[in-house]
């Protein structure tokens, strides 16, 4: 079991750009969540998938924002667009049941010159 | 909307010692779950210890140890024997029962001096 893996780690981009990030959960987890924390900041929810299916979405999320997971294995996050704010650690994680532990990845920084 | 308070963004605790962090909550439920996660620096956030409400008995793992008082919603960790790799971000986590995702409150920073 490798645990939850996020790439890349690190990305710089210009004020405008898309970017993409991946999340491989690990493999029996169903349930895949992004979280977003800035710096002094708790993580926020911004999406969760059961297999598939993307079953909530916080009001955080823009129409810049979009997820999926395709197969129910990994997942992406895509910034269309992106702005200044937008700067932030992106933390995947996953569980096998919602009240039960999340197993979270080392996280994507962002960061949006 | 349920609502996590940490009051303490700073702690600091001498090795060996014993400290505790402050965790309020907000809720009408009576069904939820808490917990404590640990994110060290540059590293991924660790679960620390989950309490079920339904539980009178505080959970206990090693060191690690909590206040469960759930008329004044109220769930504090007690860390003792402070060692320094407890030296992290310390968070504090809400579920309902019917929920679908943990909410988080902002933290406390936790030093652990020599």
């Known amino acids: 079991d490798t645990g939850v893996s996020q790439d890349p780690r690190h990305k710089i981009t210009k004020r405008g750009q898309n970017v993409t990030f991946r999340c491989d959960p690990i493999?029996?987890?169903?349930?895949l969540y992004w979280y977003r924390q800035t710096l002094g900041q708790g993580p926020e929810f911004l999406t969760y998938?059961?297999?598939?299916?993307?079953?909530?979405k916080s009001r955080l999320l823009s129409d810049r924002f979009s997820a999926e997971r395709p197969k129910g294995s990994f997942s992406t996050l895509e910034i269309q667009r992106t702005e200044q704010g937008d700067s932030a650690m992106y933390l995947c994680?996953?569980?096998?049941?919602?009240?039960?532990?999340?197993?979270f990845g080392e996280g994507s920084r962002l960061t949006v010159l | 909307a349920q609502t996590v308070t940490q009051s303490q963004p700073e702690m600091s605790v001498q090795e060996a010692e014993t400290v505790t962090l402050s965790c309020t909550y907000d809720?009408?439920?009576?069904?939820?779950?808490l917990f404590w996660y640990k994110q060290p620096p540059s590293r991924q956030m660790i679960l620390v210890i989950r309490?079920?409400?339904?539980?009178?008995q505080n959970a206990t793992e090693n060191r690690f140890s909590v206040n469960f008082q759930k008329a004044a919603k109220s769930f504090s960790l007690k860390i003792s024997d402070s060692q320094l790799g407890d030296a992290a971000m310390y968070f504090c986590?809400?579920?309902?029962?019917?929920?679908?995702?943990?909410?988080f409150g902002k933290g406390t920073s936790l030093l652990v001096t020599p």
């Open positions: 994680a996953s569980s096998l049941f919602s009240t039960g532990e999340l197993f």
């Open positions: 493999s029996e987890h169903n349930r």
């Open positions: 998938f059961q297999n598939e299916a993307q079953l909530e």
């Open positions: 809720t009408s439920e009576s069904d939820y779950y």
């Open positions: 309490q079920e409400a339904y539980k009178q």
């Open positions: 986590a809400y579920i309902n029962d019917s929920g679908y995702a943990l909410n």
